[in-house]
Structures are given as structure tokens and as C-alpha cells.
């Protein structure tokens, strides 16, 4: 597609549930990005994938959270045993990863988990 | 080391105004820094992005400023319209093996019609 593609737009699970969020990237872009944004802040940094590998998850919060890129393009995000605090939008970009422009990131809209 | 500093947290311009946001870094191996404009409900947009090889970009009316030996870049948008009117997000981030951003805390813009 022409953009980040995430879905869901939301998603509203129960404290101790699994979820997964999906990103589909900008066709082409080998790097992507995940970054969870709570109101009223900017996005902060989870994980970054470069290819299928994952180059640095330094901001994954702690083991509950996991990321995958199994063939370079789409990426999960899984959060285990969900907790109230994990409430937030969760933020995937994608850039091209090499050249010039490598570092140009381009988002999409978010996914919006809530956990009741 | 790794934060961005954004200010102010808030703006309200009347329109036709400049419109003036600042940011500061502290990690001196940031050498990208991106501006987005964020509206409600939506994901952050690219607005416009400069190195440190130049102090100043300009794109339509939006301008980066910046000062590389005080660690502080700037968003200068000229003739503000209503339409301005959203969060916009400074941030910094390297081309080395730190891909990531390290974005500011946002500014909220609004631009009186």
C-alpha cells in the first residue's frame, strides 16, 4: 500500500489477556519501528527492525513484550498477561533503511489498546 | 543524555502570525531532526527534516533553524492558518546503529481564525 498500514485502529482487551498489533509496512522500507505514545506525550521507542532481525528492542519495557518480523515486511507486536498500564497507542513506522533518506519515518495511524 | 527537550507545551497564534517552537538535545551523536505535525487520532506526520551539515531549511512556510554548537533547533512556521492548528513533535535521532528517534514532549498549536 502507499502508507503504514496498522490494524486494529483499537483494541479492547481485559487485564491478563494476550494481544497482537500489526504493521504493514511501506513496501520496500527494510527498517521498521515500533513506539507507543500515551496522551499527551510523544511516542517513545520499543523496537527496531532491520530486514527480519531485530536491530535494538533496548525500549521494549520489559518480557512481556515481543516483537516479530519473520519475513522482512509485516511485524507483530505482542503484549502478554496485558496490563491498565499498557494502555496507550501503539505507534508502527517504517523507513527505507538505506541511502540518504534512510532515517525518514513515516507512520501510521496507531492502534489504540485499551486494557479494562 | 538521550532526551529531547520541547517548549513551549502550548501555542495559540493569531492567524497570519509566526508560529515558533523550540527543541534541544543533549546526545551529541544525534545528526537527523525531524519535525512532525500529529492531529488527533492520527499517526505523527513527516513535516520536514534537517542535518547538521546546514543551519537552516526551508519548505513552503515552514523553517528549521539550527545551532549546532548550542544543541538547539527550532520550527518556524510563517503565515499560520486555522488548519496549523495540531501537536507538533520535534525529535532527533542518529544514521548510525541507533536508527531510533528520541521525539520531544509536543506542542500544541492553535491558530486563531
Known amino acids: 500500500g502507499a502508507g503504514v498500514s496498522q490494524t486494529p485502529s483499537n483494541k479492547v482487551t481485559e487485564k491478563g489477556k494476550y494481544v497482537e498489533l500489526r504493521c504493514d509496512p511501506i513496501?520496500?522500507?527494510?527498517?521498521l519501528y515500533w513506539y507507543r505514545q500515551s496522551l499527551g506525550q510523544g511516542p517513545e521507542f520499543l523496537i527496531y527492525?532491520?530486514?527480519?532481525?531485530?536491530?535494538?528492542d533496548s525500549g521494549l519495557p520489559n518480557d512481556r513484550f515481543f516483537a516479530v518480523r519473520p519475513e522482512g515486511s509485516v511485524s507483530t507486536l505482542k503484549i502478554q498477561r496485558t496490563e491498565r498500564g499498557d494502555s496507550a497507542v501503539y505507534l508502527c513506522?517504517?523507513?527505507?533503511?538505506?541511502?540518504?533518506?534512510?532515517?525518514?519515518?513515516?507512520f501510521g495511524q496507531g492502534t489504540r489498546l485499551t486494557v479494562v | 543524555q538521550q532526551q529531547v527537550k520541547q517548549s513551549p507545551q502550548s501555542l495559540i497564534v493569531q492567524k497570519g502570525g509566526i508560529s515558533i517552537i523550540n527543541c534541544a538535545y543533549e546526545n551529541t551523536a544525534f545528526d537527523y531532526f525531524p519535525w512532525y505535525q500529529q492531529f488527533p487520532g492520527k499517526g505523527p506526520a513527516l513535516l520536514i527534516a534537517?542535518?547538521?551539515?546546514?543551519s537552516e531549511k526551508k519548505e513552503g512556510r515552514f523553517t528549521i533553524s539550527f545551532n549546532k554548537s548550542a544543541k538547539q533547533f527550532s520550527l518556524h512556521i510563517m503565515d499560520s492558518q486555522p488548519g496549523d492548528s495540531a501537536t507538533y513533535f520535534c525529535a532527533a535521532g542518529s544514521s548510525g546503529s541507533a536508527r531510533q528517534l528520541t521525539f520531544g514532549s509536543g506542542t500544541q498549536l492553535t491558530v486563531l481564525p
Open positions: 534537517i542535518r547538521p551539515d546546514v
Open positions: 513496501s520496500g522500507h527494510t527498517a
Open positions: 527492525f532491520q530486514g527480519t532481525g531485530a536491530a535494538d
Open positions: 513506522a517504517s523507513s527505507p533503511g538505506s541511502g540518504r533518506k534512510n532515517t525518514e519515518a513515516f
